[in-house]
Each structure stands twice: as C-alpha cells, then as structure tokens.
C-alpha cells in the first residue's frame, strides 16, 4: 500500500488546516487508516485513527475536539481535519494503515500498523 500525505504549511494559532492521504490501493475500505506525528526531538505519537468504514474512531486525547479524521473511501483517502491550531501541534504529519482484520484495539498503537506514508510537515506560528 503505498500512501500519499499532502496538505500541511504554515498557519497562525487558532487556524486551521486539512491533510488529505491518498491510497494506491482498490481495497482501500480494507484498511483501518491512522494519523500519526513527530515533533523534533521527540517520538512519534498517535492523532487519530479511522476504522474502514468510518463507524469507529479514536483520538488523542491531546487533539479532542479539535482534530476531525474522515476518510472517501471512494476516493481512497483519509483526511485530518485541524481546527484551533496550538503551536504545540508543530510537527510532521503522517498517514498509517492496517488491515482491518488486526483489529480495532490497538488502534492507536504506532507498531501495529503496516504502511506508511512520507510526511507532511505543519508549522504552527504563535
């Protein structure tokens, strides 16, 4: 599975951004989908997670109420929609997915999933 993360940049606090990952794959739907990010110096942590269908979803506690993840299946892409910006939230952004047959449990651990995508980076100005 490859998978394609855009849509990050500069943007002031209290702003707002959406990152889009599109998948290679048909069989998208097959695939619990995952936000992940990286600040430097620090490791990577979980944001968000999707189940295949979008019934089930997961956050951050860091994130809550702020973060919105989506996915078009049709579309074979997953989106993380940022609202109120902190400049905490400062970090390169990655997409993850799994296959839906591992579970929804452990959906916001970093090592169950599979593939990933490159970064987008996303700087949050004060």
């Known amino acids: 599975v490859q998978l394609q993360a855009s849509g990050g940049g500069l943007v002031q606090a209290g702003g707002s951004l959406r990152l889009s990952c599109a998948s290679s794959?048909?069989?998208?739907?097959?695939?619990?989908m995952g936000w992940f990010r990286q600040a430097p110096g620090k490791e990577r942590e979980f944001v968000a997670a999707?189940?295949?269908?979008?019934?089930?979803?997961y956050y951050a506690d860091s994130v809550k109420g702020r973060f919105t993840i989506s996915r078009d299946n049709a579309q074979n892409t997953v989106y993380l929609q940022m609202n109120n910006l902190k400049t905490d939230d400062t970090a390169d952004y990655y997409c993850?997915?799994?296959?839906?047959?591992?579970?929804?449990?452990?959906?916001?651990?970093?090592?169950?999933?599979?593939?990933w995508g490159q970064g987008t980076q996303v700087t949050v100005s004060s």
């Open positions: 993850a997915a799994k296959e839906a047959r591992k579970g929804w449990d452990h959906a916001g651990t970093r090592s169950t999933y599979d593939y």
């Open positions: 794959r048909r069989t998208f739907n097959k695939y619990i």
């Open positions: 999707l189940s295949r269908y979008g019934d089930h979803t």
